[in-house]
């Protein structure tokens, strides 16, 4: 696997007021722990890599940095490998359901900063869990429900993660490779201020529009 491909495909770049805002979602640190494998994929290595080389203005992780709810030592560990290795990037972290404690860690650098959201300009960063923040926006960017979608052709069915459209609201698939992703015609019904959402608007991770689907 080409993780910076990856990477690459499963990550955003906006312009806001503070500047090329890298924006990742639902990284899951520690998955391998709760997920049973015997193996160490060192993933958040290679995301912190990747997130080094693009180099940007500001980094939003868009909730759920971690797998576990709890913090566990190990998972603590890991963590502070993770945010180690971006010393020099300044990262905006908008807390997710999986992100209990998150403070504990991320208090311990001077650049992450963890909200329940952000809003740049007129443009809105959150994890989608909650209600929207009583604030006026433009666009908003949201993670949470890891969308994906499963392409049919020739009597073989492949899931692939994809990118949402619904009104001014944009959701990013999971930018974890080993996480598969959730048909996100169930998963928008994840969203408190979407689940009245009737169509969806898909885009694969190379741009490419799929179309819509209606929501059932």
């Keep these: ?26 990284p899951h640190i520690g998955f391998e722990l709760s997920r049973g494998l015997r193996l160490r994929t060192r993933f958040e290595e290679r995301l912190a890599e990747f997130i080094t080389e693009k180099d940007p203005d500001l980094l939003v992780i868009l909730g759920d940095v971690k797998e576990p709810i709890g913090l566990s030592f190990t998972v603590k560990r890991l963590l502070m490998g993770f945010f180690s290795d971006l010393r020099e990037i300044p990262t905006v972290i908008t807390k997710g359901n999986h992100d209990g404690r998150i403070g504990e860690v991320a208090g311990k ?12 300009g007129d443009i809105l960063f959150l994890h989608g869990h909650t209600n929207l923040p009583d604030v006026e926006f433009g ?21 692939t993660k994809v990118f949402v459209r619904t009104g001014k609201f944009l959701i990013l698939p999971t930018v974890n490779p080993f996480i598969e992703g959730f048909d996100v015609r169930e998963g928008i019904r994840m969203v408190p201020f979407l689940k ?21």
């Design 139 to 159: 666009e908003a960017y949201l993670g949470h429900i890891h969308p994906a979608y499963t392409l049919k052709r020739g009597g073989i069915a492949k899931r």
């Design 109 to 120: 650098f001077s650049n992450v900063e963890v909200v329940e959201h952000l809003l740049a």
């Design 1 to 26: 696997m080409n993780f910076f491909d990856e990477f690459e495909r499963l990550s955003l770049e906006v312009e806001t007021p503070r500047g090329r805002t890298l924006l990742i979602a639902d």
């Design 196 to 216: 009245g959402t009737k169509t969806l608007e898909l885009f694969l991770p190379e741009g490419i529009h799929l179309g819509s689907v209606e929501v059932r």
